[in-house]
């Protein structure tokens, strides 16, 4: 297998790590009345988080899955925020795209309505991605 594919989780963390910070500096910009900026940074965002998807699922289709390690009292924890992780990233695709799509229309009332929700959900993933990452490849590398 190509030493490509062994580096993509390292820049899969990278870029959930540039898709939260870009959502919480967006926010700032939107609280602030900065609109353009806010508009950059979360098309930024969504960048980030769309070549994620794209590194990530190259990354699994070449390597498969990576086992965590049989930590007693760590791998249940790892196994919690995983699921959490995994389950709020299938939520929080539809939310993206109905929140991107209201402000593209020009929705803002309605656009906000749901960035309410989509904002705290898309951050979650994007922290436990990384956490999911740091646990995985960093803290308690699988051993073989």
Request: glycine share 4%.
């Amino acid at each position: 297998m190509s030493d490509y594919i062994y580096a993509l989780p390292h820049l899969n963390a990278a870029l959930n790590a540039t898709s939260g910070i870009l959502l919480v500096i967006g926010y700032t910009f939107i609280r602030r009345k900065r609109v353009v900026a806010h508009r950059n940074c979360q098309i930024a965002a969504l960048t980030a988080s769309a070549l994620f998807l794209v590194s990530y699922l190259i990354y699994h289709y070449y390597h498969g899955a990576t086992r965590f390690p049989d930590i007693p009292i760590i791998r249940p924890i790892y196994l919690v925020i995983l699921f959490t992780h995994l389950v709020l990233a299938i939520v929080i695709l539809p939310l993206v795209f109905l929140t991107v799509y209201r402000a593209a229309r020009g929705r803002y009332i309605q656009h906000r309505g749901v960035a309410r929700w989509t904002f705290p959900l898309w951050l979650y993933v994007s922290v436990t991605g990384v956490i999911v990452y740091l646990m995985l490849y960093q803290l308690f590398p699988a051993r073989g």
